[in-house]
């Protein structure tokens, strides 16, 4: 009897230290974030001002003082410096901001991408990245649109 729950005890040990060993990795690495995504983060010690390495990148914006958002804008690395009313820095992250994968298909011609978004339907959207023709044409389309519905409603007056 003190065999088996020896052997058990090992295994959960193992475990235990498995489990602590992926804890820490998830939190080594940047904060991942998705582009025209938006992720919000609580701050326990309550922040004064929020920094942004490089606001092309990721946009930054205090809800409360508890409270961050964090918005994908475009591909790439940046930083987010948090600070407390004493302005030093309570957090200092680095954020990586990437593209989703979720419901988008990418058509290739040649070198010349284009992208959809198909849930459930395949329509065309804009993407980083995709052929300038493609990523126009799919802008200005969206642009027209906008500014029809906004005169439509009255605001373009």
Not at 49 to 61: K, W, Y
Not at 86 to 97: F, G, L, Q, R, Y
Not at 133 to 149: C, I, K, P, V
Request: contains cysteine; charged residues 20%.
């Amino acid at each position: 009897m003190f065999m088996k729950i020896t052997k058990w005890a090992g295994v959960l040990a193992f475990a235990f230290q498995a489990t602590a060993a992926l804890a820490e990795d998830a939190h080594e690495g940047p904060v991942m974030v998705t582009v025209d995504r938006a992720k919000v983060f609580r701050i326990e010690d309550g922040a004064t001002a929020v920094i942004v390495g490089n606001p092309f990148i990721a946009d930054v914006s205090m809800f409360d003082q508890n409270t961050v958002v964090i918005t994908g804008k475009s591909y790439g690395t940046t930083n987010l410096v948090i600070l407390d009313e004493n302005n030093k820095p309570i957090v200092d992250e680095a954020i990586t901001v990437r593209a989703s994968d979720d419901d988008v298909v990418s058509v290739y011609r040649k070198s010349a991408r284009s992208s959809l978004s198909c849930n459930p339907v395949c329509e065309p959207t804009l993407r980083l990245g995709d052929a300038t023709e493609a990523f126009t044409s799919a802008a200005e389309q969206a642009t027209s649109r906008n500014d029809l519905a906004v005169a439509a409603a009255g605001g373009g007056t």
